[in-house]
């Protein structure tokens, strides 16, 4: 997968290829190897894939920006973009460094109108929270990042990628 994943735009994962007790391991594992978007399809998983409406879930991590960028040509097919934002915003942050971009308007730098819509859920909602908001907007994509945190401690705590992993009824583009 590590070979292959460097001559392929996507891979795209049926997850219903392992049962559900191996899903986060095998399915993380591909990610990880790969290291290349993964457009994960719900178990027996028979429709299109489409592109219309689209539910981004933003964090701020660094797995979260490579997803959106990957996604790019795809959100651009979209007819409706909504940014879920599990981050709280800090007017003044304290920290030196390099600002962080606002994912609004980098999306609206490449043709793609979102509409931003905050969350604020404890990490552990974070999974269910998205994809209540994908139901509520009957999206046929969510873009997320994978693994924000160790996998270690996504098995320990749980975490969103985890979550989605295991409950989501609609394709879900990951990168991590």
């Known amino acids: 997968l590590h070979r292959l994943g460097a001559w392929h735009d996507l891979t795209v994962i049926e ?22 978007p ?12 489409s592109f219309d409406r689209v539910v981004i879930g933003w964090n701020g991590s660094i797995e979260a920006a490579r997803a959106l960028h990957s996604a790019l040509p795809l959100l ?3 007819k409706q973009v ?15 460094g390099v600002a962080v971009p606002d994912p609004v308007t980098y999306l609206m730098h490449h043709g793609i109108t979102a509409s931003p819509h905050c969350i604020n859920v404890p990490d552990v909602e974070a999974g269910r929270s998205l994809l209540l908001k994908a139901h509520d907007v009957r999206a046929d994509l969510l873009v997320m990042g994978a693994y924000g945190r160790s996998r270690i401690r996504e098995r320990v705590l749980g975490g969103a990628t985890r979550h989605v992993m295991a409950k989501a009824d609609i394709p879900v583009f990951m990168q991590h």
Do not use: K
Request: glycine share 6%; proline share 8%; with cysteine.
């Open 15 to 36: 997850r219903d290829m392992v049962d559900e007790t191996g899903a986060f391991d095998i399915l993380g594992e591909v990610m990880s190897s790969s290291r290349s």
């Open 38 to 49: 993964c457009l994960v399809l719900p178990p027996h998983w028979d429709d299109t894939v």
């Open 76 to 78: 651009q097919l979209a």
């Open 82 to 96: 909504l940014l879920v934002n599990g981050e709280a915003p800090t007017p003044y942050d304290d920290q030196a």
